[in-house]
Each structure stands twice: as structure tokens, then as C-alpha cells.
């Protein structure tokens, strides 16, 4: 496998400092996968309090803002901001995170809503099992791709509060290992986290980054030489990213639900990078106000980084936990398809060590793709990245994938 160096061609900056946009117009909160609303239209809603539950198991969704409910329909509610900030309880108090037992840490992420951040994971509650015997906790903070550091910001930002919900993990689940992934060209990041792997079981691990080395199932694989079938949990390990953990911690030390999160904004189109605080269910179009983003048909905005981001427009999308990064690109236009020339390029950079050609092959002549392990596909497009005919041979494979299950 030919491995493909996180390369960024401009220059962006990091700044040290998070911009705050907590005061939306107005909020969406989605309820697809089977979310109930419990307010109706013309209601008023505190912030922090509860709008709608999971018809399946009552997981609870919450309104972000105080304000008016102007509409509900059976894919969302929208909320209206009356811009105070009211809540029912006023009480701010921290609670002993060495209180908890397993049982309140998933009863009370399960009550307080708190669902992974950014990544098509199982939440929380359902990681953390109080019936499971753990060995290893992985905390991930390589970049995704390319310009897409939220990770370790978050981490440079956090780290008094990462550590103390770390060391309760270990005492409270027994892990063996609580590992830490950070980029060997951190050096001031590994620097200040190095202090702490004294007398713990924290440990830090520096990895030179290549693309998609950041993607669990390529991670552990590369640092354990462990593979899974579908969770990690089945080898005793749990990985969470930097802004779950970060979500957890909250959760747990003011018993709240999760109201905002941090976002990035990137690519080529700004000098540095972003790192706002935004309300969840906020429009992306007035968080982009905020940035002066000037849209123009040579703009290419994307939920998600350039490898494996989705195109988006600003009126019509939302900031939810399904993501934490936007980026905008100039001058990046579709190319035409061309017939596949048997260069063998995509082969040669699929970190998972699968044929993408020989398998989009197989599809299209509908042959039997046993013998091609494509559940192993981590879906990271450099496949289709790279292919110098312009074949979109992940999409190809994601569809062959999930006709399978
Ligand atoms: S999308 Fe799947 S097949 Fe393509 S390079 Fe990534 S892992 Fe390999
Ligand atoms: S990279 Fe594209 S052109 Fe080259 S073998 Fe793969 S599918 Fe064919």
C-alpha cells in the first residue's frame, strides 16, 4: 500500500482563541431516525429542555435556544430565539466525577441526550456498557483529512478536563490502557501531554499521519494489529474522538444536555482556520455571516473536508452532531468520466489493501464479491481521489457494501 501524506497546499492559519456564535435566529432540530416530537406549535421551549424522544426507547432530543416553536412536521422542529437564554433551573453546580458508578454514567448520557460527535458511531450510553469488560480506550486525534484539526485543537484547549474524565474512566471501567493518538508533528501539543502519562496508565502515541490512517478500523489495525468485524468493542476496545469525549465530560460534570458545539471552518478560501462555539441546530448560513463567506459559483462548500466532504447549500443546512467541519474550496470543478485505462493507482493507495478496480469490475459484470472482503472498505474515497479517469469507484463500492447487509 502506497501510503498518502496528509499534504496541505496553502498555508492556513491556526488561531488560538475560539469565536463564539451562541445567539442563532433560529434553530432546526431534525427528527429522522424515528423521533417524536413532545411540544407542539405555539409552544414556548426553555433552553436545555426536552422536545422530542425516540419512538423506539424515549432518547431524548433537546431544544438548544429558548423561544417560540413555529413549525413541526414529521422531519423537524424549528424553533424561533427569543434571545434569552431561559431555563428552568438556574443552579450551576459541578458534580464528583469519581462519584459515578457505570450504571449512572450510562443512565445519565443516556438522559441527557449525548450522542457521538461527527462520526456514524454508536453513542455513548451505548459504548460504554456497565455489563462489558473493557481493555483498551483509544482517544483519536489525527487529522481526517487534509486541513481538518479540530481534533487536536480541542485537545490542546481541553486537556485539564480530558484528563480527569480519562483517570475516572480507568479507575471506574478498569481499562489496561488509555492511549492517546497525536500527530508526530505536534510537538508542542505532545510536549504538554506528555506531563501526564506519569504514574498513569495514559499513554501517549505519536503517528506520522497518512491519509486515512485517522479512520478507527485503519487505526487500530496499523497500531494493534487487530481486526474487526463491525465495532471495536468486540476486541475489548472503545475509541472515541477528542470532541465526544469532550461532550461526555460536560454531560457528566454539570448534568446538562449538550447545547452547542465546536465546529471548524477551513480550506483554501480563508487565510486560518475557524473554531467556533455554535448552538446545535443552528442555520450554517448565519454562522457563515458571521465569517463574511461570500458565495460564487467558483465556491465549493462542503460538509466535511475535500476528500470525503459533501456539497452544501448555506440556506438549507444545518450544524447538528452528524458534523464537525465545513471547508470551502476555490476554483474546483466537476471533471467528465472517462473510460478506466487499468492503471492500477487505486490499488496502490487503498489503505485497506482491497483491488477498488477489480471490485467495481465484479459489480458492474454482477459476479459473486465474496472473495473481494469489501465489508473491510472504510469508505474513504482516495480510491476515486486518485483515479486519474475521474471514476467514482467508492460510490460504486459503498452501494455494493450495503446492498450486502
Ligand atoms: S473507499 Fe474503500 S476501496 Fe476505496 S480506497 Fe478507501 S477503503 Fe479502499
Ligand atoms: S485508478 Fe481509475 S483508471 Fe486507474 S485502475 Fe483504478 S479505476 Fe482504473
Redesign the pocket.
Known sequence: MMKMKIEEPKKVENPNNIILFDQPHKIYISLKDNFLPIIKKGDYVYQEEKIAIRKKDHFPLFSTISGIVTHIDTNGITIKNDFKNRVRTYEIKEYDLKEYTKEEISKQLFELGIRNIGEKEKDPYQKLKPDQIYKTLIINALKQEPYIDLESFQLKMERKQLLEILEVFIETYNFMEVLIIIPNNQKLLLEEWKQCEKDSKIKLIEMEEYY?LGHTKKLIEELKKIYYKKEPMEKGIIVFNVSTLCAIYQALKYKRPQTKMLVQFTGDMWKKNSYIEVRIGAYLKEVLNKLEFKRSKEVLLLQGGLLQGVPKTPENTIISVDTKTFSAWKNITEKETHTCIRCGK?IE????N?S?VL?MDAILKQKNLKRFSIE?????????FVCPSMIP??HY?KTAKEEQK
Open positions: 486515512a487505486c493507495v487503498c489503505p485497506m482491497l477498488p471490485i473491510q472498505c472504510i469508505n474513504c474515497k482516495l480510491c476515486s469507484i467508492d463500492i
